[in-house]
């Protein structure tokens, strides 16, 4: 059998169903239910899911359709700025994930790890 983080699998048709495979896979690894948070067209502060654990830990994520049909390839600054919209996010964060359909990347990897190093020495959540 393959192990699943050696697998290929296709890319959601569009980004709904996308975030529809966020939301699934989020709820599997933590074993509690995610939900979308709000709607499309309403201000999500840089959080397009949110998983509450039962110790009231809120896992926030932001589904990124970057890549093959989607678009534009992830970078860098996209990191920052979802990061930064989360500012305005009016619960507590515990740990923030940015998912995305685009190629593991080093240079996005080190990058949420500054970010993380940062956060971590404020007080704040980290960035996966």
Known sequence: MTAPNS?????????????????TLMSEIYGY??????RSGQRQNGVDALGILPNGDVIAV????????YGSRLKPKDIHT???????FKNRIAHFYILSTCPNDVTLED????????H????????T
């Open 82 to 88: 979802a990061v930064k919209e989360t500012k305005n």
């Open 120 to 127: 971590l020495f404020q007080g704040r959540f980290p960035v």
């Open 62 to 69: 932001q589904c990124k359709g970057k890549d093959q049909g």
């Open 33 to 38: 239910k995610f939900q979308a948070y709000g």
């Open 111 to 118: 990058e949420a790890v500054q970010i993380t190093q940062s």
């Open 7 to 23: 697998a290929s699998y296709p890319i959601p048709a569009d980004w709904q169903n996308f975030e529809r495979l966020c939301i």
